[in-house]
């Protein structure tokens, strides 16, 4: 079993949507857990970060984490056209190492 | 502008050849990493070093080798020992690796194709 689980998809969905992706992982070690985008043939770029558990709002996208079922998830309001990429989630443990662990990602395509 | 640089931006290799994929970072940051990513795989991490001349194997070191003598620079060398090296190779850097958390910004990658 890998640490994060991550279905990697496709998801596709009209223009104004509202997407829900999300993660599993079973390192209850984990702290830090994190969102990236990744457009094609580029390097993925942060979206969100969270520390523990809670929601944590920026724009259109919210994270949220539950630790006590092990569950993130990054949601997508009024979804665009550019939207459209590989979403990849991560978590990390507090320890000296903080050593990211990644979901495999998830491609989302969005229709105008 | 702050941010990470790779080159080149692809990359032709014959099998046998030891071939080097540059980064580097004007960040300031301590931590450097390197990744693989292969399609269904997700990102795999190859070596990461927290600080100028010390650095750690990750979880797929074999056939590879890195070196980190500056701060800003944190070159990959893909060996001939490494048995599939075609691959996207993703540079990235963090402020610390023991920060109070593991903010990781990536360059551009690299696409290498072994011939």
């Known amino acids: 079993q890998k640490e994060v689980e991550q279905d990697p998809g496709p998801l596709s969905v009209p223009e104004g949507a509202i997407v829900s992706l999300n993660c599993t992982y079973s390192n209850s070690a984990f702290q830090y857990f994190m969102w990236y985008r990744q457009y094609s043939r580029k390097g993925p770029e942060l979206l969100m970060y969270?520390?523990s558990s809670g929601n944590k709002e920026d724009g259109r996208f919210t994270a949220q984490v539950d630790k006590s079922s092990k569950y993130i998830s990054l949601f997508i309001r009024d979804s665009q056209p550019s939207d459209s990429a590989t979403y990849l989630c991560a978590g990390a443990n507090a320890g000296n190492n903080r050593k990211l662990i990644w979901g495999l990602g998830t491609s989302l395509a969005v229709n105008p | 502008d702050g941010g990470i640089t790779q080159s080149p931006k692809y990359l032709f290799r014959k099998e046998g050849q030891n071939v080097t994929l540059s980064c580097e970072q004007n960040l300031n940051h301590d931590a450097m990493y390197w990744y693989r990513q292969d399609p269904g795989q997700g990102l795999r991490l190859i070596y990461y070093s927290q600080i100028v001349n010390d650095f750690q194997k990750g979880d797929i070191a074999e056939g590879y080798s890195v070196s980190r003598e500056k701060k800003e620079s944190f070159p990959l060398t893909v060996t001939s020992a490494q048995k599939n090296p075609t691959a996207f190779y993703l540079c990235?850097?963090?402020?610390?690796?023991?920060?109070?958390?593991?903010?990781?910004?990536f360059g551009p990658g690299t696409r290498l194709t072994v011939l």
């Open positions: 990235a850097s963090s402020i610390s690796g023991r920060s109070s958390y593991n903010e990781q910004f």
């Open positions: 969270t520390y």
